[in-house]
Nanobody, 124 residues
């Protein structure tokens, strides 16, 4: 499955932004996730959602501020980001992992398919 992330941009601290990940292929049997990589840092987990959308997870650093959701009819996954902070600045990647069990993973090496990334910059 091919993925394309979009929605990044330059925002101020406290602003909101929604990232979208479109799939060129049906993602109904895939767990989906967002990861990010800040300059000079390793890629890190942000949020994940099971194939049916029932189970979700978010990193402690974004919990309560970021929400992951999906629309399987449209083959899209979104990341609603509120109360953005300068430390949220990074390249954000969406990823897909074949999974029919309803689980998800927070480990990037478990995901087989990756989008190209979209840049989020939080700065005043």
């Amino acid at each position: 499955v091919q993925l394309q992330a979009s929605g990044g941009g330059l925002v101020q601290p406290g602003d909101s932004l929604t990232l979208s990940c479109a799939s060129f292929g049906h993602t109904g049997n895939y767990a989906m996730a967002w990861f990010r990589q800040a300059p000079g840092k390793d890629r890190e987990f942000v949020a994940a959602i099971s194939r049916g959308g029932t189970n979700t997870a978010a990193a402690a650093s974004v919990k309560g501020r970021f929400t992951i959701s999906r629309d399987n009819a449209k083959n899209t996954v979104s990341l609603q980001m509120n109360s953005l902070r300068p430390e949220d600045t990074a390249v954000y990647y969406c990823a897909a992992r074949w999974d029919v069990t309803g689980a998800y993973s927070t480990r990037d090496h478990d995901y087989e398919n990756w989008g190209q990334g979209t840049v989020v910059t939080v700065s005043s």
